[in-house]
Nanobody, 120 residues
Framework: VQLQASGGGLVQPGGSLRLSCATS????????VGWFRQAPGKEREGLLC????????YYAESVKGRFTISRDNAKNTVYLQMNSLKPEDTAVYYC??????????????WGQGTQVTVSS
């Protein structure tokens, strides 16, 4: 099982980024995949998740209305679209394979993370 997050970078406040999580070794139609982030000096925070049935679940109120999750089964890739970015969104973003088909914040495999910096 492997997950590889990409697409991070430096963006100005109010800007957008789309992160990608390329997966292999398991089926997106069987397991949930979630996005998490960790800012310097803070604990890892769950953001949102997509179930095997392509339903999304938000873990963090702070990203509702700004972030969305989607997937392309043919490409084995999960996406995190981030709009209206704020400086407090600066963090390393990780994707993770869920332990089950549901969004229950459990994860058993993690990607390596991609840095997102929101700054003017």
């Amino acid at each position: 099982v492997q997950l590889q997050a990409s697409g991070g970078g430096l963006v100005q406040p109010g800007g957008s980024l789309r992160l990608s999580c390329a997966t292999s070794g398991f089926s997106l139609g069987v397991y949930a995949v979630g996005w998490f982030r960790q800012a310097p000096g803070k604990e890892r925070e769950g953001l949102l998740c997509i179930t095997r049935g392509a339903s999304s679940t938000y873990y963090a109120e702070s990203v509702k209305g700004r972030f969305t999750i989607s997937r392309d089964n043919a490409k084995n890739t999960v996406y995190l679209q981030m709009n209206s970015l704020k400086p407090e969104d600066t963090a390393v973003y990780y994707c993770a394979k869920g332990s089950t088909s549901y969004c229950d914040k459990t994860a058993d495999y993690w990607g390596q993370g991609t840095q997102v910096t929101v700054s003017s």
